[in-house]
């Protein structure tokens, strides 16, 4: 078991962690989600004793980790695939390993065989594609045979067959027992993969459950709706019957109405009482990789902004159609798919707001909205600006379709102070244990 409690790290003024409180337990792989740069690593870091927390703590098996006797054996950790000696074989990689940690020879050949590089050996790791490093990385987590595993991105750079084959091995591995923590990007891989989710934004807890309950509360229901393509004001009556009745509508690329806060009925009803014809009128549900992207798109800290191709475009091709408009760089029209996003969802947490003392990531270019759904994803009235923010389950009997409000926020409860561990690498880790990159 892993616990934090108010685990938070500051490098200088950038709060990377913030009060961070949650469980690992054991017997289930746990999905540690959260954009680029939310402090994924960081905490990682912190539960291994590469870092120290600035406050609060975090154990593994009741201990702070330089306190675990013998912890290679205890805890393996793949964090960084790429610190390997180059110039060493992937076999004398994880002998010396396994002659720090008093692990026995013929444990190397077996994880060896276990990663699929037996073949590969005595290869030099320099040679590695990033798919074998990230073998060789799991290899050398494995190496004790720990009741402990942290994977950071271990699926980073693997195929297909790569990834699958990281899949069961993280099944299997929570199935006997273990501890299997695992940090990702991806939430359709990890929807496969792990059981329960931690999900982070801006070093801070947006969400803490059953992967079962992720998709239950974020699965968000909508209606597709489709007027006659040729008779635009049918389409304009509805969109304000709908808007009048407390509905929200979002174009889909297709030309539909994506309806959310009514019901199918109702909207049928509103339709037919404006007298607009309907050529569509469906249920659908949002992917789980909608409603993760969703819930955390206000926390993300790096957007892009448009290529303006500092004026190096070149001349548009001849319209086809004449009459057509030329195509001018700056003025191009509207991405299809970038239409705003619907308005907040049942379960959804507004974004975390910024950590104190921290800076906010610099205005999206172009006048877009700090949240790129439009103002309905910024921090809701009613959520207090500080503490972290909970999912909640929707209320029982609720319209599926409406959008609910957000969830009170629900502060950690707060550590005691960090006990001061001390700096240093432990054995049989791949990183380096300093406060400043
Ligand atoms: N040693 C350090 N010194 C200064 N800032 C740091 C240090 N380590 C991390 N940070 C900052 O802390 C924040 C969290 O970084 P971290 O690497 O933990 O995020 P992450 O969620 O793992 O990101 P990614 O998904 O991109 O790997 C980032 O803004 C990062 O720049």
């Known amino acids: 078991m892993i616990e934090a409690y108010g685990l938070t790290k500051r490098y200088g003024a950038k709060t990377a962690v913030y009060n961070l409180s949650f469980q690992v337990r054991p017997g289930a792989v746990t999905g540690f989600l959260g954009p680029n740069g939310s402090g994924k690593s960081t905490t990682m870091r912190m539960i291994l004793g590469l870092d120290a927390p600035t406050s609060g703590q975090v154990t593994v098996g009741g201990h702070a980790f330089r306190g ?95 990834i699958l084959w990281v899949r069961n091995l993280m099944k299997r591995l929570a199935s006997e027992g ?17 059981e329960h989710l931690i999900v ?29 393509d040729s008779e635009p004001q049918q389409r304009e009556k509805l969109v304000a019957a709908l808007h009048e009745a407390g509905g929200r509508t979002q174009p889909e690329e297709d030309g539909a109405l994506r309806v959310t806060g009514l019901e199918l009925p109702r909207i049928s009803d509103l339709a037919h009482g404006a007298d607009v014809r309907l050529w569509e009128l469906s249920p659908h549900q949002a992917s789980l990789e909608e409603a993760y992207m969703r819930l955390t798109q206000g926390s993300v800290d790096y957007r892009s902004t448009t290529d303006m191709r500092a004026g190096l475009q070149q001349p548009a091709a001849a319209p086809a159609m004449a009459g057509a ?31 104190p003392g921290q800076q906010a990531a610099p205005a999206p270019a172009h ?6 759904g439009g103002p309905q994803d910024a921090p809701q009235p009613g959520v207090p600006g500080g503490g972290t923010l909970q999912m909640r389950a929707p209320r029982p009997g ?16 707060a550590g ?22």
Request: aromatic share 4%; charged share 15%; no cysteine.
């Open 68 to 162: 675990l006797p013998n912890a290679p054996r205890q805890v393996g950790a793949l964090l960084d695939a790429k610190a390997v000696h180059g110039g060493r074989s992937a076999r004398n990689h994880l002998l010396s390993l396994a002659q720090l940690s008093g692990i026995p020879a013929r444990r190397v050949d077996e994880v060896l065989g276990v990663v699929g590089l037996q073949e590969v050996g005595k290869k030099r790791s320099k040679g590695f594609s990033l798919g074998m490093g990230q073998r060789l990385g799991i290899a050398a987590a494995l190496l004790g045979d720990p009741q402990v595993l942290l994977f950071d991105e271990p699926v980073n750079g693997l195929d297909p067959e790569g």
């Open 178 to 194: 273990r501890t299997v923590f695992v940090s990702s990007h991806l939430m359709s891989e990890m929807a496969q993969t792990a």
């Open 398 to 413: 609720t319209n599926p379709y409406a959008a609910g409000t957000p969830a009170a926020p629900t502060a950690p409860p």
């Open 200 to 228: 982070i934004g801006r070093g801070q807890l947006m969400a803490d459950m059953s992967v079962t309950e992720f998709i239950a509360r974020n699965s968000i229901g909508f209606a597709r709706v489709r007027t006659p």
């Open 325 to 355: 408009p030329a195509m001018a760089g700056a003025a191009a029209p509207a991405v299809p798919g970038a239409a705003p996003q619907q308005a907040a969802v049942p379960g959804m947490a507004a974004a975390p707001p910024m950590p």
């Open 367 to 372: 006048g877009a909205a700090a949240y790129p």
């Open 416 to 437: 005691p102070a960090a006990p001061g561990a001390a700096e240093g690498m432990p054995g049989g880790s791949t990183n380096e244990g300093e406060d400043a990159r």
